[in-house]
Nanobody, 123 residues
Framework: QVHLVESGGGLVQAGDSLRLSCAASGHTFSNDAAGWFRQGPGKEREFVAGIFWNGVTHYADSVKGRFVISRDNDNNTVYLQMNSLKTEDKAVYYC?????????????????WGKGTQVSVSS
């Protein structure tokens, strides 16, 4: 059974940086894709970034140039480096693995989800 644990969220000021981590157990995702989604208050869950097994990455337009997704296959961990944070980045951020369909930028593309970590950005 896949177990994902996100960490690294918190309260920061606009312009600051945060690094989210997602540790996976029960699943070796070296041959899998991983992704980060987020859900703000009163909003639907939306795609943030994804990374394929070959290192190819995809980003939502809203975070392109500010966020970087990366992976450490040896430690079954995926990261999300978030720079130049904006107030609109405030959300619960979810890690996900086990890609079952394309495109990668939709929640139904993945099977396993973590419980999320809160990111709050003050102006």
């Amino acid at each position: 059974q896949v177990h994902l644990v996100e960490s690294g969220g918190g309260l920061v000021q606009a312009g600051d940086s945060l690094r989210l981590s997602c540790a996976a157990s029960g699943h070796t995702f070296s041959n899998d894709a991983a992704g980060w989604f987020r859900q703000g208050p009163g909003k639907e869950r939306e795609f943030v970034a994804g990374i394929f097994w070959n290192g190819v990455t995809h980003y939502a337009d809203s975070v392109k140039g500010r966020f970087v997704i990366s992976r450490d296959n040896d430690n079954n961990t995926v990261y999300l480096q978030m720079n130049s944070l904006k107030t609109e980045d405030k959300a619960v951020y979810y890690c996900t693995v086990k890609l079952i369909e394309r495109p990668i930028a939709t929640p139904r593309a993945f099977v396993s989800w973590g419980k999320g970590t809160q990111v709050s950005v003050s102006s």
